[in-house]
């Protein structure tokens, strides 16, 4: 049973543009809300996180934006440039227990 | 990150021989997990350890193995590889801290293609 959705599985933004990565979870006890980078050829890291008493946290131009009543979460990328390029993961966890990983977002920004 | 390391960093292997995937960490830390990914299926959670006297199967752990040697040390091995296990596997390790938060640092994967 998937824990995490995660979409769209690709995403391709032009430069300058907004990215949207959507991810959507069925546990209500999950606290914690991370967003993983991966690079070609890297494991994934840490991007940023949320937890679910804030509906928003900025980072740059990275910005998660909580919606706790609908169960869902999002990652914006504001102009959007081909560095950004990468595989996106969302994921989950609660409080001692080891994350819940979403399936992944494949971002690919045109120059 | 050269604090989790993996070797080797590309495989290749016929299907039936026995395999194995070794990981170190230099962080410290207890938590260790394998995970494979695959194209469009993300990251699956194969087996977890969250201290060297525990191991813990994940969702795909049929057909794999682990031992953990130490809290450094997390080995992953296939005990007769198939050719769907052929995938990208990487290791990680966290440190939960106070409070309700997990990082997980991942290694650089291992490209495992069995024939």
């Known amino acids: 049973q998937q824990q995490v959705k995660q979409s769209p599985q690709s995403l391709i933004v032009q430069k300058g543009g907004i990215s949207i990565i959507n991810c959507a979870y069925e546990?209500?006890?999950?606290?914690?809300f991370p967003w993983y980078q991966q690079f070609p050829g890297k494991g994934p890291a840490l991007l940023i996180a949320?937890?679910?008493?804030?509906s928003e946290k900025k980072e740059g131009r990275f910005t998660i934006s909580f919606n706790k009543s609908a169960k869902q979460f999002s990652l914006h990328i504001m102009d959007s440039q081909p560095g950004d390029s990468a595989t996106y993961f969302c994921?989950?966890?609660?409080?001692?227990?080891?994350?819940?990983f979403g399936t992944g977002t494949r971002l690919l920004v045109s120059p | 990150d050269a604090d989790v390391t993996q070797t080797p960093r590309n495989r290749i292997t016929k299907t039936g021989k026995r395999i194995m995937l070794e990981c170190s960490q230099t962080?410290?830390?207890?938590?260790m997990y394998w995970y494979r990914q695959d194209p469009g299926l993300g990251l699956r959670l194969i087996y977890y350890?969250?201290?060297?006297?525990?191991?813990n199967k994940g969702e795909i752990s049929d057909g794999y193995s682990v031992s953990r040697q130490a809290q450094a040390k997390f080995s992953l091995s296939l005990e007769s590889a198939i050719p769907n296990q052929t995938a990208l596997y990487f290791c990680?390790?966290?440190?939960?801290?106070?409070?309700?938060?997990?990082?997980?640092?991942f290694g650089p994967g291992t490209r495992l293609l069995v024939l």
């Open positions: 990680a390790t966290s440190d939960y801290g106070t409070g309700s938060q997990e990082t997980q640092y």
């Open positions: 546990n209500t006890a999950f606290d914690y």
């Open positions: 949320i937890r679910p008493d804030v």
């Open positions: 994921a989950a966890s609660r409080g001692f227990q080891k994350l819940v």
């Open positions: 962080k410290g830390h207890d938590r």
């Open positions: 350890s969250f201290d060297v006297k525990d191991i």
